[in-house]
């Protein structure tokens, strides 16, 4: 069965974690969820904190990236924030993209993409205040519902989350070829 990392800590955005867990558990796959500890997680959700997640693992006990087949990064503005001032992230997203694993990053998520240093010549998309850091690594932003480039796949806000894990579960599943 294949198997989605979903790396996410306190402030993740509700919908971007829940809704595209629901769709990729919908679709076969397997999640699971990784934060800085162990316990719940807990969603920010229209200007107030929402719903918990259970974590199944913590960043100190994924040595690699071996066992999953991609990874999700919810955004939110707090989630990716604290994330990539986490140097165990940083690596992890690094190991998935030297692997050549899908990472699929929506919203404010894509700093942690930046902070890995690996979206230089790679077309990207975020929520819009993200797009000039994205640029300044060297980025080639777009504005679009999902932008794919090698194992990269994002994007811009909630609205774009059917679309988003599409894009996810099809490359997941084998049904993209990675340079789609």
């Known amino acids: ?17 829940m809704q595209p867990k629901a769709n ?27 719903e918990s997640v259970s974590v199944d693992i913590t960043l100190d006990e994924i040595e690699n990236c071996s066992g999953y087949d991609a990874l999700l990064l919810p955004g939110g503005q707090i989630n990716p924030d604290i994330l990539r001032m986490n140097d165990r992230a940083v690596a992890l997203v690094k190991d ?20 890995a240093d690996i979206v230089k010549g ?25 932008a794919q480039d090698g194992n990269l796949i994002t994007s811009r806000n909630p609205d774009d989350i059917p679309a988003f894990s599409d894009a996810l579960i099809a490359r997941v599943q084998d049904q993209v070829p990675e340079n789609a």
């Open 1 to 17: 069965m294949k198997n989605v990392l979903i790396l996410a800590t306190d402030g993740f955005e509700q919908s971007e974690l």
């Open 24 to 50: 990729l558990e919908d679709a076969g796959i397997k999640t699971t969820v990784v934060s800085l500890e162990s316990g719940e997680i807990k969603g920010w959700n229209d200007g107030n904190w929402g």
């Open 96 to 115: 998935f993209d030297m692997a050549g694993k899908p990472i699929a990053a929506i919203c404010h998520a894509p700093w942690l993409l930046v902070e």
């Open 122 to 146: 790679k077309t990207v998309t975020s929520w819009p205040s993200v797009r000039t850091d994205l640029k300044n690594a060297g980025a080639n932003v777009v504005d679009s519902e999902v």
